[in-house]
């Protein structure tokens, strides 16, 4: 059994992550910010932990996230100014690495979208551009660090039920959809596949058995 904390509890991937993993046995710490949110963790078999990680420092992050032998990044802005945006999807999720190597937690899931990276080319006048950029940036800090980390890069997301079955590529691989459900069963299957540290695995809802999709990327890179 592993201790594993999401951040951004309460989000639909993170709600579907936390069954998934609490039903594999692990004990699963979900991070809010609403207190009124608990309940709903704790339908999950979750124990949901109010902190307000876009306003704590890392170190208050590291003490929230301490014991646990991996986070899992799911939170973001949800569309929010681009203040917020950068304050949430990029400096707060740049302080939880921190806080995860202060408390000594190698392992680190980022939860990113299909595409991520510096050169997006976006101009600044697309609705999208603070999220493209702090996206962007909070990956590459991920990637500086020493953490034991794997981005993933979801498509578009859907509430559909998860096939479980994706497909998986790099740049190569076209845009596409994937439900909310599938993306926390990826998350599932990377934490418990170590040939996954160091890739950014991007991915669609598609053909292949999630666990053999992950298996084989993290042995293909």
Do not use: C
């Amino acid at each position: 059994m592993s201790r594993i904390a999401i951040i951004g509890g309460h989000g639909k991937v993170a709600l579907h992550l936390a069954r998934i993993l609490t039903d594999g046995g692990h004990a699963v710490s979900s991070l809010i910010r609403n207190p009124e949110h608990s309940a709903d963790i704790t339908a999950t078999g979750a124990t949901p932990i109010v902190a307000d990680v876009e306003n704590l420092s890392t170190e208050q992050i590291a003490a929230t996230i301490a014991g646990h032998d991996a986070v899992v990044w799911s939170a973001g802005a949800g569309g929010g100014s681009a203040e917020r945006t950068y304050a949430v999807d990029r400096d707060a999720a740049i302080r939880s690495m921190d806080a995860a190597a202060l408390a000594g937690v190698k392992r680190y899931v980022m939860v990113s979208y299909k595409g991520s990276r510096t050169d997006h080319g976006a101009a600044e006048t697309d609705g999208m551009f603070a999220y493209y950029e702090a996206k962007a940036a909070a990956d590459e800090y991920l990637r500086g660090t020493d953490l034991s980390w794997t981005i993933l890069g979801p498509s578009l997301l859907t509430a559909a039920a998860g096939s479980g079955r994706i497909d998986v590529g790099g740049a190569n691989l076209p845009a596409g959809d994937v439900s909310r459900e599938n993306v926390a069963r990826v998350v599932a299957a990377v934490l418990a596949t170590p040939a996954t540290i160091g890739t950014f695995l991007e991915f669609n809802d598609g053909q292949t058995p999630i666990e053999e999709a992950v298996a084989r990327y993290g042995t293909n890179q």
